[in-house]
């Protein structure tokens, strides 16, 4: 693939990951590729942008991501197009999102510049309210009630069919994030490539199970004030007479993979 501008992001308060990130600068400038680094990280030769924000008008032809799955959940949210991501694990937990680590980076630089790569494409949702889009999320949105002490009752509507059951809250969660709080509260993995999602129930009074539906319109209403929260990192909030709307967004994630796999994230879990 053609490789004239990449930007680097690394995990938010790791000296580890922003250390991890100049050596791959370093990499890149070396080869006339035009850099990127997202601050704190700066390096002789790139170009320094304050936030992520920036990253939005700039002609990337990759990022790549240096820290858990944080930074790559992060960092996608502001990437509008289609823009290729290589994930690679620092400092991060299982890193179930990332394809590789440190030691690796030499090898995917060369797969990257000769094309001996694949790419893989990732469905993300976005939720919208009161004439508002909130940023995508390629791992779940999450709406839960604000006032703890009553339980809410929610209303969700899919093609002609009507949900309503009293809990504290639901998760809408892609193929991605079937391995992340989906699955912590019983809900299904599925492989990363289906276009469909999952409604799972959070803490229903009658024990609904999750759903897994096609990937079309779904339109949760609570009987309370709702938090709207975004792979875990952006609070929203809609109130109880609002329709929350959670569709599809019109751009994939994309990884880039070095092999092909089968169910990397179920294998990420240790099964």
């Not at 009074?205 to 539906?213: C, G, M, T």
Request: with cysteine; net charge positive.
């Amino acid at each position: 693939m053609d490789l004239n501008n990449v930007a680097i992001v690394s995990k938010v308060g790791s000296k580890e990951a922003e250390d991890a990130a100049k050596k791959v600068a370093k990499k890149l400038l070396e080869r006339k590729i035009r850099v990127h680094t997202v601050s704190p990280v700066q390096v002789e030769g790139a170009k320094k942008v304050d936030e992520l924000e920036d990253l939005k008008t700039a002609k990337l032809d990759l990022t790549i991501t240096l820290g858990g799955d944080g930074t790559t959940l992060r960092t996608f949210r502001y990437l509008e197009n289609e823009t290729p991501n290589l994930a690679i694990n620092v400092g991060g937990n299982r890193g179930i999102l990332s394809e590789i680590t440190m030691p690796e980076i030499d090898t995917a630089i060369e797969q990257i510049i000769s094309g001996n790569i694949l790419l893989d494409k990732r469905t993300r949702v976005v939720a919208s309210c009161a004439g508002q889009e909130f940023p995508p999320a390629l791992n779940e949105i999450y709406i839960n009630r604000q006032n703890l002490t009553k339980t809410s009752l929610f209303e969700i509507r899919f093609q002609n069919d009507t949900v309503t059951q009293r809990m504290d809250g639901v998760i809408i969660a892609t193929p991605s994030g079937s391995t992340g709080h989906s699955y912590s509260l019983g809900g299904p993995i599925l492989h990363e490539s289906l276009d469909v999602l999952i409604i799972t129930p959070v803490a229903p009074v009658n024990k609904l199970p999750s759903i897994v539906v096609p990937d079309e319109k779904i339109e949760i209403l609570s009987s309370h004030d709702s938090n709207i929260i975004m792979d875990a990192q952006v609070i929203k909030t809609a109130r109880f007479d609002e329709v929350i709307t959670i569709r599809k967004y019109k751009k994939h994630a994309v990884f880039v993979r070095l092999k092909k796999r089968g169910l990397r994230q179920m294998s990420k879990l240790g099964f």
